[in-house]
C-alpha cells in the first residue's frame, strides 16, 4: 500500500510539472477555506434627481432647489458632509416623435447624481422617506458596509490558513505520512458585499415588487467574507 501511494504521489508530480506549479519530490496539496459573516452597520445610498421643463434654466433651478432642500436637510441623519457627494448638473434636450416619426422638442431636462454615507443603519427607512418627500426621483442603489471590514478580511484568512494546515496533517496521517515544510501558497480572500434590490422612484410611489421585505421595512441584511488558501507542503513517506 505504501509502495502505491508513493506511485501515484510521483504520477501526480510528473503530471503537475507541465506547468511548474508543484515540486518533483512527494508533496501532497490542499485547499482551506473558511467563511465569516457580519451585519453591516454603514449604508451608502446612490440617488438620482431630475426634472423636465420648458427651458434648461427652468429644469435646472427646479433640480438645484430639490437638491438643496435635501442636502439642507441631511442635518437630522447620521450623515458627515464628507460622506456626500453630487455630481455636476447635466442638461439636454428632451425629444419625442408624432406619428409620423418627426422629431419634436418637448422640453430640457436636468439631472444630478447624489451619494450619501449613512453611519446609522437604522436611519435607512427614514432617510429614503426624507428623499421622497424632496421629490428625488429615483433611488438608484443602496450598499452596505462594516466598519469591521479590514479586521475580519485578516479574520478570515487566518482561518483559511489554519484549515489548510489542519487538513494537510489529517491526510498526511491518514495515508502514514510525515508532513514537511510549505513548498508554496496562493490565497485569495472574497468580499460578497450586502446590499438591497434597486428602488425605482415615480412621484411619490416607490415599486417594492423587487424587494423582499414588508412595506416601509427591510430584511436584515448580512456581508459575508470568504477565503481559500491552496497549499503544498513537501511529503515524507514512513
Same mark, same amino acid.
Given at each position: ?66 437638491? =438643496? ?6 442635518? #437630522?441623519? /447620521? @450623515?458627515?458632509? &464628507?460622506?456626500?457627494? %453630487? ?62 471590514? =479590514? ?6 484568512? #487566518?482561518? /483559511? @490558513?489554519?484549515? &489548510?494546515?489542519?487538513? %494537510? ?70
Amino acid at each position: 500500500m505504501k509502495t502505491l501511494f508513493g506511485a501515484l504521489l510521483l504520477v501526480c508530480s510528473f503530471c503537475a510539472l507541465a506547468d511548474n506549479s508543484l515540486p518533483a519530490n512527494r508533496h501532497i496539496a490542499v485547499r482551506g477555506s473558511a467563511e465569516l459573516t457580519t451585519t453591516p452597520d454603514i449604508a451608502v445610498i446612490s440617488f438620482m434627481v431630475s426634472s423636465q421643463q420648458a427651458t434648461s434654466l427652468d429644469a435646472k433651478k427646479d433640480v438645484d432647489k430639490r437638491v =438643496n432642500q435635501f442636502l439642507d436637510g441631511l442635518d #437630522a441623519f /447620521a @450623515v458627515q458632509t &464628507a460622506g456626500v457627494t %453630487a455630481t455636476n448638473l447635466l442638461t439636454e434636450p428632451h425629444y419625442t416623435y408624432d406619428s409620423d416619426g418627426n422629431e419634436l422638442l418637448s422640453g430640457y431636462r436636468a439631472s444630478r447624481s447624489l451619494s450619501v454615507r449613512l453611519t446609522n443603519i437604522d436611519q435607512l427607512n427614514s432617510l429614503l422617506n426624507f428623499a421622497l418627500e424632496q421629490q428625488i426621483n429615483e433611488v438608484k442603489d443602496i450598499r452596505l458596509h462594516s466598519t469591521k471590514n =479590514n479586521e475580519l478580511r485578516k479574520k478570515v484568512a #487566518a482561518l /483559511a @490558513v489554519e484549515n &489548510a494546515k489542519s487538513n %494537510a496533517e489529517a491526510m498526511a496521517n491518514a495515508f502514514d505520512a510525515t508532513l514537511g515544510k510549505v513548498y508554496s501558497i496562493n490565497s485569495n480572500t472574497e468580499h460578497q458585499q450586502g446590499r438591497y434590490e434597486r428602488i425605482e422612484v415615480t412621484g411619490s410611489k416607490v415599486d417594492t415588487r423587487n424587494i423582499n421585505a414588508s412595506a416601509g421595512r427591510y430584511l436584515q441584511a448580512t456581508i459575508t467574507f470568504k477565503s481559500t488558501v491552496n497549499a503544498v507542503y513537501d511529503l515524507t513517506v514512513n
